[in-house]
């Protein structure tokens, strides 16, 4: 099994910075896919950023030039660098990954999500 951990939610105010981390366990051959989503109340989980194996990136219009994914292939851990926050943003961010088992059976992983609040 795959765990994923994530930390730096939490409340700032608009125009505030936060940046999430996500780090993946278990019997981990590679990752593939890291990605971040973010679910507000009434309203379908999205994409926000993703970042592939490549290195190659995509981010949700709503984020372009405010966010910013990384990550860290020797220690499997994302990033979301997020500035400028609106209560637009407001969500549980959730952090996904997908990739192989030493035995190169594929897993697809959810980390439990990450509250983000963005007031005054």
């Known amino acids: 099994q795959v765990k994923l951990v994530e930390s730096g939610g939490g409340l700032v105010q608009p125009g505030g910075s936060l940046r999430l981390s996500c780090a993946a366990s278990?019997?981990?051959?590679?990752?593939?896919?890291m990605g971040w989503y973010r679910q507000a109340p009434g309203k379908q989980r999205e994409l926000v950023a993703a970042?592939?194996?490549?290195?190659?990136?995509n981010d949700a219009d709503s984020v372009k030039g405010r966010f910013t994914i990384s990550r860290d292939n020797a220690k499997n851990t994302v990033k979301l660098q997020m500035n400028s926050l609106s209560p637009e943003d407001a969500a549980v961010y959730y952090c996904?990954?997908?990739?192989?088992?030493?035995?190169?059976?594929?897993?697809?992983?959810w980390g439990p999500g990450t509250q983000v609040t963005v007031s005054s």
């Open positions: 278990g019997s981990i051959f590679s990752i593939n896919f």
């Open positions: 970042i592939h194996s490549s290195g190659s990136t």
């Open positions: 996904k990954t997908e990739g192989n088992y030493h035995d190169m059976r594929r897993f697809d992983a």
